[in-house]
């Protein structure tokens, strides 16, 4: 296994050595002779040849060499995206190319640095291979620890695994990638999963922690462990689907990329939810196993776990993905299946209310009796895994239920599966570019959005979970022509809305958070940009032919200039439904709040969008929008100055982007 951060570094500790006083001399001619050559065991002829041949060939500039050592540009030369010292063996080595290779070939000959050569083993192979050097001149012919450690991989082939989002959570807002290592052996609990993320403190304020996440103040790390044990993670207890992606690459290929994971053990990288993140830093082992790919120079300035699945897709790395639903979707489609009576009759089972041995006195047939008592099965199993019961609860509730199921009968046929929903690859590109004309109380204006990131509640929902948006810098700048003049409609920094669907067993809470800019009637009646911070929280619900409607309960805070007392807070609520009819998806909302601090009063917004698919990363929109405020200002609380304004957009055309 690869040595613990105590071993890493370019020196180990010099062993005390009574020299001859010929060996000394050499050593001082040798030293005299300049950073060419090499200061290593009697045979440093062999390490002063690979030295002038690299120089011959200028091997650090080699794309594999900045592979290897996650060189990106920077400026006129390179800067490393890892920021583990203990990475580089030059002192320059993390911005300079040519000096880390120098020091690596120097420790392959060196009696001191033998370790380090065994560490970095892919570098190891590559140089060796590139300098045609014989592995019986080095100071370390043999590396057993990470010999033992590939064959104990026992590599067959390797999937891009892809977790959907979980938008309860943000550490998953955006869904999750790593890649799997099948064994030979295709036993599924055998498989190996390669993983990298940020470590982070538990229950850490949520502001807080997308403030250090988005500036980089978390450590990311890479990880190996079983593959069962990520599938309990996503699929049980996270509620998310995966989608196995298998990748093309042959077992060379293979073996070179796990011998850059080898390498990558305990390294740690800034991590950065945006850009340095766990799908950017997959593409690095990708490109290791296929460096002709380029995957990390094609990369945009934003990653998205999505993004590298479609990537590893359009250079034919990736194939078909086969679906895995989550546990919840399992006991969702359970539940479908099944009679409300009888589902009821599981949750009391799971609940405790009844005993299992009861479901078998009821009275309805021996099938139903057999989805009543794997309804409690699975969903006390889920119920444990999500933490949401306790250990000893949970065995004696869930050994009962299996004891009566088993006394039924030998029909033990498995589950149905829900059907598969598109993958993620099918969804719209992450960023979006739209152009459009409308009105504004009569004023005709057209409107330029840019959004670089991610998805909204108006965009197609192909590939994206039902009711669930985030959104960064979503800019929309209009100019108006009557008036020749530009104005700033909105501008988000960010917008997260969660509108969960409660089923019959499963009951997650929606919420919302939103903060940025937008135009707003003020008591003067005129519009005025507004900072919003707003944060909400409520329930939704599948409606069978109406849709996803929800139901949230808000707070607001809104600051500017141009508003009594320069503030207001406010209360409220929103509702909105989404659905869709054929190709077009429609999304409509209501919100109205009260503001009895700062700038009192209320104001009601109403808004309606339909949009129409052209292509997967072009659609054409229709939207309308209504705002209505009677805002009471603190030197006339008498009389109300009542206004309304009206914002018309009747076209819109979007492309989404890569």
Not at 142 to 167: G, R, T
Request: hydrophobic fraction near 40%; charge should be positive; charged fraction near 20%.
């Amino acid at each position: 296994m690869p040595q613990s951060s105590s071993d890493r570094g370019r020196a180990g500790r010099l062993n005390r050595l009574v020299l001859p006083p010929f060996f000394v001399l050499a050593i001082l001619l040798c030293m005299a002779a300049g950073p060419g050559v090499c200061i290593a065991k009697p045979n440093s002829p062999a390490c002063d040849a690979a030295l002038l041949k690299a120089k011959a060939q200028s091997l650090w500039q080699d794309p594999y060499w900045h592979i290897l050592l996650h060189y990106a540009p920077s400026g006129t030369g390179y800067k490393s995206r890892v920021d583990d010292p203990s990475f580089f063996l030059a002192d320059q080595g993390s911005f300079n190319p040519e000096a880390e290779l120098l020091a690596f070939i120097k420790a392959l000959f060196s009696e001191e640095d033998s370790h380090v050569s065994c560490r970095f083993a892919a570098r190891r192979i590559w140089v060796m291979e590139s300098l045609g050097i014989d592995k019986e001149l080095l100071a370390a012919p043999q590396c057993p620890d990470f010999e033992e450690w590939m064959n104990s991989m026992d590599a067959h082939s390797a999937h891009l695994v892809f977790a959907s989002a979980h938008i309860q959570s943000p550490a998953s807002m955006f869904g999750h990638t790593l890649i799997v290592i099948q064994t030979q052996s295709g036993n599924r609990l055998l498989w190996r999963a390669v993983n990298y993320s940020a470590v982070t403190p538990a229950n850490e304020n949520p502001l807080v922690y997308a403030f250090r996440g988005l500036t980089g103040r978390y450590q990311g790390y890479f990880s190996l462990g079983p593959y069962y044990e990520k599938l309990t993670e996503y699929a049980f207890v996270s509620q998310r689907d995966l989608w196995e992606y298998p990748l093309d690459l042959t077992p060379e290929q293979i073996q070179r990329m796990l011998s850059h994971v080898y390498e990558l053990s305990q390294i740690y990288s800034d991590y950065y939810f945006l850009d340095e993140n766990c799908s950017y830093t997959l593409l690095y082992l990708l490109d290791a196993a296929r460096p002709e790919l380029a995957l990390t120079i094609k990369k945009g300035p934003l990653v998205f776990p999505v993004n590298t699945v479609r990537q590893a897709l359009d250079a034919g790395l990736a194939g078909q993905p086969v679906y895995t639903p989550s546990k919840a979707a399992i006991i969702q489609n359970l539940a479908d299946s099944m009679r409300k009576d009888d589902v009821k009759m599981a949750r009391k089972v799971a609940r405790g209310k009844i005993a299992a041995k009861n479901v078998l006195e009821s009275e309805i047939s021996s099938q139903r009796r057999i989805q009543v008592l794997n309804l409690a099965a699975e969903w006390l199993w889920f119920l444990h895994t999500s933490n949401r019961m306790q250990k000893d609860v949970f065995v004696t509730r869930y050994r009962a239920a299996l004891e009566a199921r088993s006394l039924i009968g030998t029909d033990f046929s498995p589950l149905p599966e829900p059907e598969a929903p598109p993958s993620p690859d099918k969804g719209h590109g992450t960023g979006l570019v739209a152009a459009g004309w409308g009105l504004s109380n009569r004023d005709t204006f057209m409107e330029l959005r840019l959004r670089p990131a991610y998805h909204d509640l108006c965009d197609p929902q192909t590939g994206f979970a039902d009711g669930s948006a985030i959104s960064f810098l979503d800019t929309r700048l209009r100019f108006f022509a009557d008036k020749q003049k530009f104005e700033l409609e909105s501008l988000d920094l960010i917008s997260i809305s969660s509108s969960s669907p409660r089923d019959k067993l499963i009951r997650p809470l929606s919420w919302e958070f939103k903060a940025g800019w937008q135009q707003r009637i003020v008591h003067t009646k005129e519009k005025s940009l507004v900072f919003d911070l707003v944060a909400g929280r409520g329930l939704a619900w599948e409606l069978p032919l109406v849709g996803l409607f929800y139901m949230m309960a808000r707070g607001e805070a809104a600051f500017s200039g141009a508003l009594a007392d320069n503030y207001s807070l406010a209360a409220g609520l929103k509702a909105g439904l989404t659905r869709q009819i054929g190709p077009i998806h429609f999304h409509a909302q209501g919100q109205g709040a009260y503001s009895p601090i700062g700038e009192t009063g209320a104001r009601l917004e109403a808004g309606l969008c339909a949009t129409v698919p052209i292509s997967r990363n072009a659609a054409f929109a229709l939207e309308y929008s209504h705002q209505a405020a009677h805002s009471i200002s603190r030197i006339s609380r008498k009389k109300g100055r009542s206004t309304k304004q009206n914002h018309k957009k009747y076209a819109k055309a979007s492309c989404h982007q890569k």
